[in-house]
T-cell receptor, first 116, second 116 residues
Framework: DGGITQSPKYLFRKEGQNVTLSCEQNLNHDAMYWYRQDPGQGLRLIYYSQIVNDFQKGDIAEGYSVSREKKESFPLTVTSAQKNPTAFYLC???????????????FGNGTRLTVT | DQQVKQNSPSLSVQEGRISILNCDYTNSMFDYFLWYKKYPAEGPTFLISISSIKDKNEDGRFTVFLNKSAKHLSLHIVPSQPGDSAVYFCAALGRGGGTSYGKLTFGQGTILTVHP
């Protein structure tokens, strides 16, 4: 049963600590994405990766870092430099590649991060 | 700068009636539009899409209309069912930023409540 797995579902951290959110997909998709959802602001793109070992900043990349060492995995690190880290984080994937420009995104079920 | 706007934060309709969710965009480079549905604590799921070369796309109870001159699209759900109660996100896809890869821009979302 293919899909995207985000873990954990809920995460609590103290201010000043870095935290890494996991995202794994078994859909054999090339492209992967991280979005952040805040009330009243929809989904905002943090980082995306179209292929292994390559990634690009999205609209709100400051305070975040990613890696894409394997096709299946795209972990997101929320660093202490992120000023408002408390949010719902969504990972997504798509077929990717230039021939699949409008292939829909498949989302995981998200991780709710609370930083106090 | 909000390039995709859903100006109605919420909509309430009676079961069996029509639900109309609206979305406006400002970027004329957008050429593909999608609607996603999201239940609480879950990731969004793809619902329906439309290319800018069309003005209507239908899939069962769901129809999306696109008015390019007005930069406006709408999602019609007929008949509405209580299970349709969710947050609906409009998203637009466009090339740019020096890449031919598409980048999705989401609206803020509209909470639809269908009453039995």
């Amino acid at each position: 049963d293919g899909g995207i797995t985000q873990s954990p579902k809920y995460l609590f951290r103290k201010e000043g600590q870095n935290v890494t959110l996991s995202c794994e997909q078994n859909l054999n998709h090339d492209a992967m994405y991280w979005y952040r959802q805040d009330p009243g602001q929809g989904l905002r793109l943090i980082y995306y990766s179209q292929i292994v070992n390559d990634f690009q900043k999205g609209d709100i990349a400051e305070g975040y870092s990613v890696s894409r060492e394997k096709k299946e995995s795209f972990p997101l690190t929320v660093t202490s430099a992120q000023k408002n880290p408390t949010a719902f984080y969504l990972c997504a994937s798509s077929i990717g590649g230039r021939s699949s420009y409008n292939s829909p995104l498949h989302f995981g079920n998200g991780t709710r991060l609370t930083v106090t | 700068d909000q390039q995709v706007k859903q100006n109605s934060p919420s909509l309430s309709v009676q079961e069996g009636r029509i639900s109309i969710l609206n979305c406006d965009y400002t970027n004329s480079m957008f050429d593909y539009f999608l609607w996603y549905k999201k239940y609480p604590a879950e990731g969004p799921t793809f619902l329906i899409s439309i290319s800018s070369i069309k003005d209507k796309n239908e899939d069962g109870r769901f129809t999306v209309f696109l008015n390019k001159s007005a930069k406006h699209l709408s999602l019609h759900i007929v008949p509405s069912q209580p299970g349709d109660s969710a947050v609906y996100f409009c998203a637009a896809l466009g090339r740019g930023g020096g890449t031919s890869y598409g980048k999705l821009t989401f609206g803020q979302g509209t909470i639809l409540t269908v009453h039995p």
